[in-house]
């Protein structure tokens, strides 16, 4: 587990107003840290649904919420990402991937359809397509296939963050 960056939590105020964010979905909650930045950029009428598999790190990112006084905003769901989006109604007005990104190719319907038009889709940890984090990581082929297959959807435009490696799409 990896935490965000402190210096992106602009970009969630940025992207919870372009969206006039209401509802805000996270795969890959680790800590929480990014959830709560989420949740507070977004604002007191926005809620945020963050997955995690692991669960210690869940524990941890809800007393987290429960000392920011966030928990009642927030909403950890327990499980792998591939296992609980199916399960998830209503759209989203913020998607934020940030888990296995071995599993991202198997999201991109789900994206479709939890997504609004105008709905924002960020996607981290493309890093191993680019070589970052060490040449070691797995899972190379599936962020190729992801990004591919996500900047071929007609569903998306997408943009790659370079040097960053974040994608940026915005549902049409």
């Not at 006039?20 to 809620?47: F, K, N």
Request: net charge positive.
């Amino acid at each position: 587990m990896f935490p965000s960056d402190p210096l992106q939590a602009p970009l969630w105020a940025v992207l919870a107003s372009l969206t006039h964010a209401r509802r805000i979905l996270e795969v890959g909650c680790g800590h929480g840290y990014t959830a709560a930045v989420m949740a507070s950029a977004a604002g007191p009428d926005c809620r945020v649904d963050t997955i995690e598999e692991d669960p210690d790190h869940a524990n941890l990112a809800e007393q987290s919420f429960e000392r920011r006084g966030l928990s009642a905003r927030i909403r950890v769901l327990r499980g792998r990402g591939q296992n609980v989006l199916p399960r998830l109604k209503g759209w989203y007005d913020i998607v934020f991937l940030d888990g296995d990104w071995r599993e991202y190719p198997g999201y991109i319907p789900h994206l479709r359809r939890l997504a609004r038009p105008g709905s924002i889709v960020v996607t981290a940890n493309l890093n191993p397509l680019f070589g970052g984090w060490g040449r070691r990581l797995p899972g190379k082929p599936a962020i190729q296939s992801y990004l591919t297959r996500l900047v071929r959807d007609p569903h998306f435009r997408t943009y790659v963050v370079p040097g960053e490696w974040h994608s940026i799409s915005v549902r049409v």
